[in-house]
């Protein structure tokens, strides 16, 4: 029988560029020391600043809307558990917010090895050789999905160390797993979109601009900040427009689908009908699902979104850096 020539199917020298040409990448960036902490250090000043300010902020809010219920008076919790359980809900909450929102953030400023490349005309060189354009995007594509992952990933642990040291780790290890994987799934959709956003800018200067409005505004377009419960039903909906507050859902999904399966359990027998059901409202303002035209948006539905989205955008990259790089040989 005749052996199969895997070269058929796979071009090693194409697989061998690819592998040089991140390793590139990665060298340049991590030759800029600065520049890798400061990736990394814009969403652990955003956690801080949540430990700091938001988490107490949210914590009256919660607090003041259970006053109607019976459940908080005078600063005294009827149910003393009840204050620890409210407050993993929230945390549980707003790390998911903060992952979804780090993977954004994280890959847009790592596209500046991209930016500086086409500002120095390193890109040019690039396509002067015979480097196929596909092997090159795909190659910025690869450092950027790794670098985000990476980084991410270690803000993960991050989160997981602090609900360990405040006592509200309850996840189970399949729970953290599936963190994990929406937190893949966040990078991969992030990466395709920020790729595609970058592959129009030629100037670090734009980028910073970018990033300075993605860090201040994505936050609360994605609900990463504040729960869409705080304003007006058009803005959640217009918001679910975003594929990236689809990420955020399902991140907040994986942190708080048991949990909130067990906090119901616990007071609904504890606490009369009317009671429990006043408490599932003002609990659920920090819950998973979205509403789109008061439609309610499934994880099930958030993942065909995202999904879409990877595909369309993944697309949208290739035809773009096919489009830039023809305009940039005609005019080398």
């Not at 994280?106 to 354009?133: A, C, L, T, W, Y």
């Not at 860090?215 to 058009?234: D, N």
């Amino acid at each position: 029988m005749k052996k199969l020539n895997p070269d058929l199917f796979f071009k090693k020298s194409n697989f061998s560029v690819l592998v040089s040409l991140t390793k590139r990448h990665f060298l340049v960036f991590l030759k800029n020391k600065i520049r890798v902490l400061y990736t990394l250090m814009v969403p652990v000043i955003v956690f801080l600043i949540y430990i700091l300010l938001l988490r107490s902020l949210e914590g009256n809010m919660l607090e003041s809307a259970l006053k109607d219920l019976g459940l908080y008076n005078n600063g005294v919790w009827v149910y003393p558990e009840m204050q620890k359980d409210c407050y993993t809900m929230m945390d549980f909450w707003m790390l998911a917010g903060l992952l979804g929102i780090s993977a954004i953030t994280i890959s847009i400023q790592s596209n500046n090895i991209m930016i500086n490349d086409k500002e120095n005309g390193v890109n040019r060189d690039f396509i002067s050789s015979p480097i196929s354009n596909k092997i090159l995007i795909t190659s910025y594509f690869f450092f950027n999905f790794l670098v985000t992952l990476f980084l991410c990933t270690i803000f993960f642990f991050i989160c997981l160390l602090y609900l360990g040291c405040v006592g509200e780790f309850i996840l189970s290890f399949a729970d953290v797993m599936l963190i994990f994987v929406m937190l893949v799934v966040a990078c991969l959709a992030s990466t395709f979109l920020t790729i595609f956003i970058c592959s129009f800018i030629n100037r670090e200067p734009t980028l910073a601009s970018i990033i300075a409005i993605f860090s201040s505004a994505a936050g609360f377009l994605v609900g990463a900040y504040m729960p869409f419960a705080l304003f007006p039903r058009v803005v959640e909906s217009s918001c679910c427009f975003i594929p990236l507050t689809h990420n955020v859902s399902l991140l907040r999904y994986a942190f708080l689908n048991h949990a909130l399966e067990g906090f119901k359990g616990k007071y609904a027998a504890l606490l009369d009908p009317n009671t429990f059901n006043g408490l599932m409202n003002k609990v659920g303002d920090f819950g998973y699902e979205l509403h789109f035209f008061g439609m309610t948006v499934t994880p099930a539905v958030s993942t065909m979104v995202v999904g879409i989205s990877i595909v369309v955008f993944m697309f949208l990259s290739i035809i773009a850096s096919r489009f830039i790089t023809r305009m940039e040989k005609r005019g080398h």
